[in-house]
C-alpha cells in the first residue's frame, strides 16, 4: 500500500535572498509619486519609523530563501484536518485559548450561502466532517479564524512529510521558479510545534521553528505578491498589485451581476458553482494585467439552497488558482477571493470597549483583498490589520483566509516521490447527511436529507433552531436498511417517523396527518448501535424524537413518554 498522506499542498519557492524592501504609506494609491514612499522624517531603513513619518512602512525584505503555498488553503484541506485530528468528532474546546476546530458558521445549514463543511454527530472514526457540497472542495476555506489556522499548521509541522515531487516552471518575469507538491500526513499534536498555543505567557504566533511549516510572514507574504526580482515599468522591483502587474487586474463576473448591471454575457467567466471558465477568459487581458475575484461581481449559491445567492449582499469565492494569473513567483489568489492572515504582530490591541470575539489581544497583519471589496485592498500599500478588512480585533468572519508558509531546511528532504492518499485525504460531501432542527414552541423534531427544506423550516415562525446533523442515512442498496417514512401531524405541527409501511397507511387514513414520502434509510429499531427513541405527549398527541439521553429527560418534563425505538443507525 506505501506510504499514506492527508493532504497536498503545493508550494512556489521564493529565493532572490536579501531583497530590497519598498516604502509604502498605507492605503494611499500606488503610483511614482507614492511608491517608494519618501520619508524625510525617517532614514527609510527600518521597518517602523516615528508618527510623523505619515505611515511609512518598509516590506518585503526577506533574508533567506524561503517556500509558500500557490493557493490558498481549501475546504476540502480543512475538512482533511479536522477528520485527521478529531477522528471522533469530538470538536473539544482547545485549552487555554477556548477555541473548537468547528463552529456552526461553517455549517450550510446556519450559514446557507458559505457553510461549507458539515459535522455528523453519529459517524465512523475520521468522518464525522465532511463537506458540504463537492461544489466546495476547491474553494478557498472561509469563517476559520486566526487560532483555527493556527492550529492547522501545528498538525502540518508535528506532521510527516511522506514524499514530495519537485519541478521548474518559469515565472511571467522570465526566470526560473521551484515548485513542489508535499504530501503530508497531520499529527494530532496541535498545541503546540510551530506556534506554542498552549501556554497563556508566551507570545501569540511567535514562531518556534526555524524550519519547517508556518504562516507566511508579511515579509513573506508581500515579497511572494509583488516581488518582480527586477525593475518593473513603475521604476522598481516591485508591482502594484500582486497579480504581476502595475494596472489593476479585471473582475472576475458571474452571470447575476452581468444581468444585474447590464453588462452582455460575453462578460461572464464564472459559472454557477463559483468555478471561474478558463476559456471566458481574455488571452489579452491574461497577458497585460490579469484577473481576479474582487469588487462584488461574483455571487452564486450551492444547489442545496435556495435562497437568492445576492440576497445578503457578499460577494462569494471561486476556485483556488481559476483566476489564472499568477504573482511573479507562480501564487495565485494573493489578491482578491480572501484577505489572508500572516503571523506578523502589528499592536497589542487597545480598544477595551469593542467588540473582540475571538479574545485575541493582538492584531495581526493580513493581506490580500476580498471579494466584496473594491480596489484598494489589492493594493501593495494595503497594509492592514484588523478593521480595514471587515475584521473586528482579530476575527475575519467570512473572509478570513490562509496560506501555509515552509521553510526548508537541508534535512527535510524525502526521497519518496509517491504517496497513496489515506482515507481523510479525499472527505466525503454531505450526500444523504440527515440534518434536525427542532421548534422551541411546539417541540417539533424534523429529520430531513433535504438541506434546502432545513434552511427553510428555520425561516418558519415557529422558532425553529438548528440542532445537528446526527447521521448519514444509509445508501438505497444497503440491503440491511430500511425505509424510514415521515408524516406531518396537523393537529400538533409535529412531524412523525415510522419504518412500518403499516403504520404511515393507518396514520394517513385517519385524516390527521399528511405526507408519508421516505425521508431517508435507516436500521430496523434496534437492529443498530444507536437507537432513535420515540416519545409520546398523550395530552396533545405530539410525537418527539431523539438518541439523547439529555432530550429524553427534556421531553419527560413536558410530559411525554417513551414509546419505544423509530429507527436505529
Known amino acids: 500500500m506505501g506510504k499514506q498522506y492527508d493532504i497536498e499542498l503545493q508550494f512556489a519557492r521564493v529565493s532572490k535572498p536579501g531583497n530590497p524592501s519598498i516604502g509604502v504609506k498605507g492605503f494611499e494609491f500606488p503610483s511614482k509619486s507614492t511608491v517608494p ?45 479536522l477528520n485527521a485530528v478529531d477522528p471522533d468528532g469530538s470538536n473539544d474546546q482547545l485549552p487555554w485559548t477556548g477555541i473548537t476546530l468547528y463552529n456552526n458558521t461553517f455549517s450550510p445549514i446556519e450559514n446557507p450561502y458559505q457553510g461549507q463543511i458539515i459535522q455528523l454527530k453519529h459517524a465512523n472514526n475520521g468522518e464525522h466532517y465532511a463537506l458540504a457540497d463537492e461544489s466546495w472542495a476547491d474553494k478557498p476555506m472561509m469563517w476559520a479564524n486566526m487560532f483555527q ?98 494596472q489593476a487586474p479585471e473582475p472576475l463576473t458571474s452571470s447575476y451581476w452581468a444581468s444585474s448591471n447590464g453588462e452582455a454575457s460575453g462578460r461572464v467567466n464564472v459559472n454557477s458553482k463559483g468555478d471561474v471558465i478558463s476559456g471566458k477568459l481574455s488571452q489579452k487581458t491574461l497577458k497585460t494585467k490579469g484577473y481576479a475575484n474582487y469588487d462584488s461581481r461574483v455571487f452564486w449559491a450551492p444547489d442545496y439552497t435556495s435562497i437568492d445567492a445576492s440576497s445578503d449582499g457578499k460577494a462569494n469565492v471561486t476556485d483556488v488558482g481559476g483566476a489564472a494569473t499568477p504573482s511573479p513567483w507562480l501564487t495565485y489568489d494573493q ?62 468572519y467570512q473572509y478570513g483566509g490562509a496560506r ?16 497513496t492518499p489515506s482515507s481523510y485525504a479525499d472527505p466525503l460531501t454531505g450526500q444523504r447527511v440527515v440534518s434536525r432542527v427542532d421548534s422551541g414552541i411546539t417541540f417539533d423534531t424534523f429529520y430531513t436529507t433535504n438541506t434546502a427544506d432545513a434552511i427553510d423550516t428555520l425561516k418558519d415562525d415557529e422558532g425553529y433552531l438548528f440542532i445537528s446533523a446526527p447521521f448519514r442515512g444509509l445508501k438505497a442498496n444497503d440491503k440491511q436498511a430500511v425505509d424510514v417514512y ?58 418527539g424524537f431523539t438518541s439523547s439521553a439529555r432530550d429524553v429527560e427534556f421531553f419527560r418534563n413536558q410530559g411525554y413518554e417513551l414509546n419505544g425505538v423509530a429507527w436505529s443507525i
Open 486 to 543: 415521515t408524516l406531518w401531524h396537523t393537529p400538533t405541527q409535529t412531524h412523525y417517523y415510522t419504518t412500518s409501511a403499516s403504520d404511515r397507511d393507518q396514520l394517513l387514513n385517519s385524516g390527521t396527518y399528511t405526507g408519508g414520502d421516505v425521508g431517508f434509510r435507516a436500521l430496523a429499531p434496534g437492529a443498530g448501535s444507536t437507537d432513535f427513541v420515540r416519545m409520546f405527549n398523550s395530552s396533545t398527541g405530539a410525537y
Open 404 to 419: 501555509v508558509g515552509y521553510l526548508p531546511s537541508g534535512k527535510d528532504k524525502t526521497s519518496r516521490k509517491t504517496a
Open 335 to 396: 489578491g482578491g477571493n480572501l484577505v489572508e492572515y500572516t503571523d506578523t504582530v502589528t499592536a497589542a490591541i487597545q480598544e477595551p470597549d469593542s467588540e473582540n470575539k475571538e479574545n485575541v489581544p493582538v492584531y495581526f497583519k493580513v493581506h490580500g483583498g476580498i471579494a466584496n471589496a473594491t480596489e484598494y485592498q489589492l493594493w501593495i500599500t494595503a497594509t492592514g490589520t484588523s478593521n480595514p478588512y471587515g475584521q473586528n480585533l482579530g476575527s475575519l
Open 149 to 246: 489556522y493556527l492550529y492547522f499548521v501545528n498538525a502540518l509541522s508535528n506532521g510527516t512529510v511522506v514524499a514530495e515531487q519537485s519541478k521548474r516552471a518559469k515565472s511571467p518575469e522570465g526566470f526560473n521558479v521551484q515548485l513542489s507538491t508535499k504530501y503530508v500526513r497531520f499529527s494530532d499534536n496541535i498545541l503546540s510545534g510551530a506556534y506554542n498555543l498552549n501556554d497563556y505567557n508566551y507570545p501569540y504566533a511567535q514562531r518556534q521553528n526555524t524550519s519547517g511549516f508556518v504562516l507566511p510572514s508579511e515579509n513573506e507574504w508581500v515579497k511572494a505578491a509583488y516581488y518582480a526580482g527586477s525593475k518593473t515599468n513603475n521604476g522598481t522591483s516591485y508591482y502594484y498589485y500582486p497579480t504581476g502587474s502595475n
Open 37 to 81: 514612499a519618501q520619508n524625510p522624517g525617517g532614514s527609510g531603513s527600518t521597518t517602523y519609523e516615528p508618527a510623523t513619518a505619515g505611515n511609512y512602512q518598509q516590506l518585503g525584505a526577506v533574508p533567506y530563501t524561503f517556500e509558500i503555498g500557490q493557493y490558498e488553503v481549501t475546504a476540502k484541506q480543512y475538512v482533511s484536518f
